[in-house]
DNA sequence: TTGAAAGCGATACCAA
DNA sequence: TTGGTATCGCTTTCAA
C-alpha cells in the first residue's frame, strides 16, 4: 500500500517517453555533450511532462560530491546563529548547495555518523571543539571550517579557521571602560548549563587578563557560574562587597542583562556608580534601559568569510585563516 | 592531486581486511542475519581498525528512504525558529534523523530542485504557501508538515497541518483588552520587505475581524507597510489624529516594540493612555519597558507536535491535525 | 552523435 | 550460514 515512492520519476521513464537512451537524457540534462536538436526537444518536452528531477542522492553517489554542507554549534537558539544563517543560506541557494544544522556533540561516534552522512564541508562554531573531532573529520576528507576560537595547536589538513574576534573585541571594550576612568573592572562569565565545555579558553577571558596585565589591573574574574541562581547570588556578593568593582565586562548581552537587572534591584546606578558592557550586540542590547554597550561581529561578512572560506577548502584543499569584522558599540551603560 | 575523498573506506576494503564476503558485512553492520561468531568478530575488528563508516548515501539510494528532513520557513532568524529547530534537533538525533532547514521560496523550479534531494519529509512555515506547492510536494510523495496556518482549501495526500494557535491567540488578547475596558482597537500590521506575502490570510488578522463583528467595534486595521519609515509615519498618523485608539494589539512583538517606541516620542503613556500587545513572546517583550502583553507559543511542545505528525505520516501516510499550547502572557503594557 | 557498460556503495533475495 | 547477483538512479568512458 505504500505508494509513497512509486510516483518516482526515473531516467529510465523520461528516456521511455522520449523513445532515446538513457545516455542521451543525462546529457541533456546536464547539457555536456551535444545531442541532436531534434531529440533534445523530446527530451526536454518528456522531463516536463512527467516532471522528472534527478535523483540527487544518486548523483551525488557517482559524483562524491554531495554539495551538502553541515553547520555544528553549541547553541541554535541565539541571535548570532540566526543571523549567519539567514546570510548563508541566501549565498549557499545560489549555488545549489544544501545546509543542515546540528548541536556540537563531543562524541566520537557522534562524528562517524556525521562522515556517514558524505557531507561535502563542516562548520564547526563551539567552544569545546577537540583536535580528535578535527583529526577525524580531516581524515575522512571532510573539508572543515572552524570559527570561534583564536587559534588551535594544530590545524590538521583540509581545516581552516575563521577568527571571530573574540579576543580583540574585548580588548575594545577594555580599553574603552579604562579610558572611562574604570580600574577595577570585573569580568563577569556566564551561567552554564552545559558542563562540557571549557570556559577558560574562552579568548575574552585571554584578552581580559592579557589587558590586566599589560595595566597593571587586579584580576576579577567571576567563574562560570552552574545555575542562574548561583550566578545572581555570587554577583550580588561581589556587588555590595567593600571594594566593589566600577565596571563589569560581562561574558555576553544576555549575562549582561543579568547584571543590569540586579543592579536595578540593589539600586545601583549604571553607569554612574558602575559602568556594564555586554558582547554580541543582541536585539535586546539596543532596547533594553540602560542600553549597552557591547561588541558587534559583522555576521552577513562572516558568513560570507566562513563560505568563502569553504569553497576554496573544497575547491584546492586548502584555505588562509580570516578575520571577522567587529565593532565597539558605544551606548548609555558605559557613559554615553 | 584531490586526494579528498581517496581516504574513503567502503565495504570492500573492510570484507578484504577481514578475510569475508561484503554480505557478511552488511550482515554484521545491520545485524539482521546471523553471522558465525567468529567472523562477525573479524568483522567488527576490521570495521574498527579502518574507521568504516557505511556511506549513507548508498543505503538511501538503496532503501529509497534518506532519514532526512526539511524545515521551510519565512524567516530563518526568529527566536521562535531557533527555539523549535533546538527542540526539534535534539529528538531527531536520537532518531538519526539529520535536518536541512532554508528560506520558503515561492518557485516550482526551487521546489523541484528539493524534491530531487530526496527527502523523506518537509516542514513549511510560511505565510505564503500556496496549494500547488504542497500538490507538487504530495505527488513526489514527500511527507508534508504545515505549521502556521489555520486551514487550507484542499489538504493533499501525505500532508497535515499543525495549527500554531494565531487565530486563538489573537482572541485570547482582544478579550483580554476588551475585558480591560478598551473598544478602540487598532491592528497594527508589520512593517515588510518581502512582497510576496498574503498577510491578509493571515489568522490574527481574521481573528480580529470576527472580534470586531461579534463585539460590534469598528474595525480600525493598519495594513501592513513596505518599509520600517513608512510603518512609523502611519502609525503616528493614527495616534495623533482627533478619534485616536485606546489599544494596538500589534502583529507581533517586533511591531509592538516599534509602538512604544513611537509613543515614546509622542510622550503618550502606555498602559495609561494606550494599551498595547505583542505576539511571540520573544525575550524583548519580557525585558522591554514597559513589559509587553503577548502570547507564547509553547515551542518544545510545537517541535514535539511537528515530529509526532511527521513520523506519523512516514510511516503511515496519514496524520490527524494537530494544535498547539499557546498562553496569554500579562504585562505591564496592557495595564499590570 | 550515440549508446552499452562499468562503476558509485550499499541492501537483500535466492540458491547453495 | 553464506555469498553471488540484481538493483537503487545516475555519470562518464569508450567504442561504434
Redesign the interface.
Known sequence: ????????VTRRDVAEAAGVSETIVSYVMNGNRYVKEEKRQRVLEAVERL?Y??????R??KM?K?R?LLFLTDD????H???V??AM??IL?SE?Y??????Y?TDSGYI??L????FDGVFISSSSLDTDTLKQLS???V?TVMVQRNSIDEVPE?CAIINSGLYRGEKLLLDHLYASGCRRILFANRSVSDQNETFWEDPRVTAYEDFCREKNLEKLIMAPSPSDEEFRSRLKGCLSGKERPDAISAFNDRTA?EVLRITKELGINVPGDLAVSGFDNT??SE???PSLTTISVDRRDMAQKMLDTMFELIET?KAEDQSCNIKLIKRESTGI
Open positions: 500500500m505504500k505508494n509513497k515512492r512509486k510516483t518516482r516532471n528531477q534527478p535523483n540527487h542522492l544518486a551525488s553517489l562524491q554531495s551538502h541554535l537558539r541565539s541571535e546563529f540566526g543571523d544563517m539567514d543560506e541566501t541557494f545549489n544544501l545546509i543542515s544544522l546540528s548541536r556533540r562517524n555518523d562522515i556517514a552522512r558524505q581524515r575522512a576528507g573539508a583540509n542583562v536585539k535586546l532596547y533594553i534601559s584543499g
